[in-house]
């Protein structure tokens, strides 16, 4: 089977209200159509239900997608439901083991009489007799296996049942397999093929820059205080703080909100409701905060959560990169913060003590790449996708910590060359810390083992730490001069590239290890996190857009879902710039489909019709052009000039208005709650007296703000242009 481009791309806007694929959304769906397997590796964000979803809509038979965590199945049910402009809802269903009976019924009905396009099943379901003789009565158009890295045990979430999930496939019936996962490491990649038997499938890996998310690792000092001033600085937004133990997930959510900050705990050791309530509290907005464990997020949906904050380094990479994805997936702002102290490490190394050999091995090597990302001072977006086996070609990515206050550089060929002489000049291959210890001079009972501490290059560069040796070996890797063994946990060895250079050392500059002193700490200049990363919402009307999120919130409670699922954050920006009062017009709002626009719509161009005509919005008539905030060229060219201190005089020039057209514009920017400044045009050109007489006009006697009613109350003592300008003075500094 095959699907016309211009069909999927009628789908695609008809049921999810877009207009164009992301990435190689496009290119899957259509090789899962034509019936062949895939594996797609795409980053948290990256839009891979939809690569899933669509086809499911699309093709014959019923979908079943396999994911690990019951929680969110109604959550993804509920969001299909509402795409789809469909009478029933039977068209998704869920099986697990929350359902009563009366629904695992109307599940059967639907699924046998054909309605049902996908169906969500909890892999412990999968294995329930009477569930597998259901799905062999029915027509399955493909097998979805999401957050398929749960069937490695190389980094977290391992779920062994998801290591069934071949064998049971085969015990139904065929149909192609779609595996989907945001864990990019080369051995999760193939432990998921072998263990699924796709290795014939097309892999579609995507890149995994998430270009939105702001990166920073901070110094464990005053953590708690520093988390209260950041959160308090970005009020209402929705954020993610992730502790390693439960004890502190308490003490964490307890701080907060005597600290007045909506926050609730989420960890293992809840009972089940309780964590379920508080998941919901944050899905559904009622708090702002979640404080949790890793437990907490794995495939959530919740696209505006504006920040993820670790209050402890986490074990992994893979660990940190997930959790970090759980950011801005709406491809907004998303600010992750890490909390790095050495002390944790020892900690999380001592922990690791009881377990078996290997596990021990393997978590050592995970926590040693964590370390180096930590104390780097390179390119943080650079370090995590090299990681990822990508390179990030630009010299600074300006949304780090590092590339915003980068660190001097010094030329370390002779540095580089050093250590690439002594991993050559060794018969076996080593970790980087044997290798940086050699370099330094440091002893060990591993250097005495290997009489390493009799090799002629033993402390050739002792004139430097061990840590200062590690951060280059560590820039070997990302410049490709080294090579790492992921298999056998991170050995090291030199490439061709790096043989080359040792033969024609070049200039090469290095920068050192950042210092953390968790107890001495050294205020940086600026550590404020700069505006292009803090960016608010999408740049329209500021007071329609929280009109419209507060009636999304009395819906999403009147409805019991989530507020994202009734409209998303980016659809109700579109709202507040493009002010659509019909259905066709709200169609052109991004994320609103046939569907929403149907099911949802009515309240919200009610209100955008009563607030267009309660402050004579001139709304904006050509709706082809989206996403440009075109409010009013001229009121942005107004607020502009007005900042720039021009005479109101020119301005109107400028623009060909009347004074009386000026004053009536920048009166409808004052109302829609945008403060101007325009004492410098008011001091050139009023009287003091004046001025001071109008304001205490609108002070202290005034019973509205009504422009008219002050024109008859004053108009004899002072002209109509001196009340308009005091006027709006008054409701700038006082009113708004
Ligand atoms: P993942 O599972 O890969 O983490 P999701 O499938 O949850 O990501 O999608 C992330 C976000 O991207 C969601 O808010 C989704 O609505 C949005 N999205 C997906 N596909 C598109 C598209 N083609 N155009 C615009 N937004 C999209
Ligand atoms: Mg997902």
Not at 210 to 232: C, G, Q
Not at 412 to 424: F, S
Not at 483 to 488: A, M, P, Q, V, W
Not at 727 to 732: E, G
Request: proline content about 3%; hydrophobic content about 40%.
């Amino acid at each position: 089977m095959s699907v016309d481009s211009s069909i999927l791309h009628a789908r695609l806007k008809e049921f999810f209200g877009y207009d164009s694929f992301k990435g190689d959304q496009e290119r899957i769906i259509n090789h899962l159509i034509s019936g062949k397997d895939a594996f797609v590796l795409m980053p948290t964000g990256g839009g891979k239900s939809l690569c899933y979803q669509l086809p499911a809509l699309v093709m014959e038979g019923t979908a079943i997608v396999i994911s690990p965590l019951i929680a969110l199945m109604k959550n993804q049910v509920d969001a299909i439901r509402g795409f789809v402009s469909h009478e029933k809802d039977g068209i998704a269903h869920f099986l697990n083991s929350s359902l009563g009976r009366g629904q695992i019924a109307e599940v059967r009905r639907d699924l046998l009489s054909g309605v049902t396009k996908l169906l969500y099943v909890a892999p412990e379901s999968l294995t329930k007799e009477e569930n597998i003789a259901l799905l062999r009565e029915i027509r399955i158009s493909f097998y979805a296996i999401d957050e398929a890295h749960c069937i490695s045990e190389w980094g977290h979430d391992f779920r062994p049942e998801y290591r069934k999930i071949r064998s049971i496939i085969e015990g139904i019936q065929n149909a192609p397999i779609i595996a989907l996962t945001a864990t990019a490491t080369l051995k999760v990649q193939s432990d998921i093929l072998k263990n699924l038997r796709i290795q014939d499938a097309t892999v579609f890996k995507s890149s995994f820059n998430r270009p939105n998310l702001y990166y920073e690792i901070r110094d464990k000092v005053e953590p708690e205080k520093d988390i209260i001033k950041f959160i308090r600085q970005n009020p209402g937004k929705s954020g993610i703080i992730y502790c390693l133990s439960r004890k502190k997930v308490e003490e964490m959510a307890q701080t907060l909100s005597i600290n007045g900050i909506k926050a609730l705990p989420y960890h293992a050791g809840l009972d089940a409701k309780t964590r379920t309530e508080n998941q919901d509290k944050f899905l559904m907005e009622e708090i702002d905060v979640i404080v949790a464990t890793i437990a907490f997020g794995m495939g959530i949906d919740k696209p505006d959560v504006r920040f993820v904050i670790h209050y402890d380094i986490p074990k992994s990479l893979e660990g940190y990169y997930q959790e970090t994805g759980r950011a801005g997936r709406d491809g907004r702002e998303g600010i992750c913060i890490t909390y790095y102290s050495y002390k944790d490490i020892q900690k999380l190394e001592k922990f690791m003590q009881g377990k078996p050999i290997a596990e021990q091995e393997i978590g050592r090597q995970l926590l040693a790449e964590t370390v180096a990302y930590a104390e780097s001072s390179q390119c943080r977006r650079k370090l995590l996708l090299n990681y990822f086996s990508e390179d990030y070609p630009q010299e600074n990515c300006g949304c780090c910590d590092n590339c915003l206050h980068p660190k001097a550089r010094f030329d370390g060929r002779e540095e580089m060359a050093l250590a690439i002489e002594l991993i050559e000049s060794l018969p076996e291959h080593f970790k980087i810390t044997h290798i940086a210890n050699i370099l330094a001079g440091e002893t060990n009972a591993l250097i005495k083992s290997y009489r390493h501490d009799k090799l002629e290059l033993f402390g050739a560069g002792r004139d430097h730490s061990v840590k200062f040796w590690s951060a280059v070996l560590h820039q070997g890797l990302i410049l490709h001069l080294l090579d790492k063994e992921i298999e056998t946990y991170g050995l090291i060895s030199v490439t061709p590239e790096g043989r080359n250079f040792l033969e024609h050392p070049t200039e090469l500059m290095l920068v050192e290890d950042r210092a953390f002193t968790s107890d001495a700490y050294v205020d940086e200049e600026d550590d404020d996190i700069p505006a292009h990363v803090m960016k608010g919402g999408g740049g329209g009307d500021p007071v329609l857009l929280a009109m419209l999120k507060d009636l999304r919130k009395d819906i999403s409670r009147e409805l019991k879902l989530q507020p994202w699922i009734i409209f998303s954050d980016p659809s109700l920006e579109d709202m507040s710039i493009l002010y659509p009062v019909t259905f066709e017009e709200l169609k052109n709002c991004q994320g609103v489909g046939e569907g929403k626009a149907k099911k949802y719509g009515k309240d919200f161009i009610e209100l955008i019709q009563m607030y267009v005509d309660e402050y004579d919005i001139v709304r904006p008539d050509d709706f082809v052009v989206k996403t440009i905030a075109h409010k009013s060229v001229n009121k942005v060219f107004i607020i502009q000039s007005i900042d720039r201190r021009m005479d109101l005089e020119d301005i109107a020039a400028a623009k060909g208005m009347d004074m009386d057209t000026l004053l009536t514009e920048i009166e409808a920017i004052v109302s829609s709650g945008t403060k101007l400044n325009l004492d410098y045009y008011i001091r050139e050109n009023l009287d003091d007296d004046v001025v001071d007489e109008i304001y205490a006009y609108f002070h202290d006697e005034a019973l509205s703000d009504s422009v008219a009613d002050a024109i008859r109350d004053l108009g004899s003592d002072y002209d109509e242009k001196e009340i308009r300008l005091v006027r709006i003075k008054f409701l700038c500094e006082v009113a708004n």
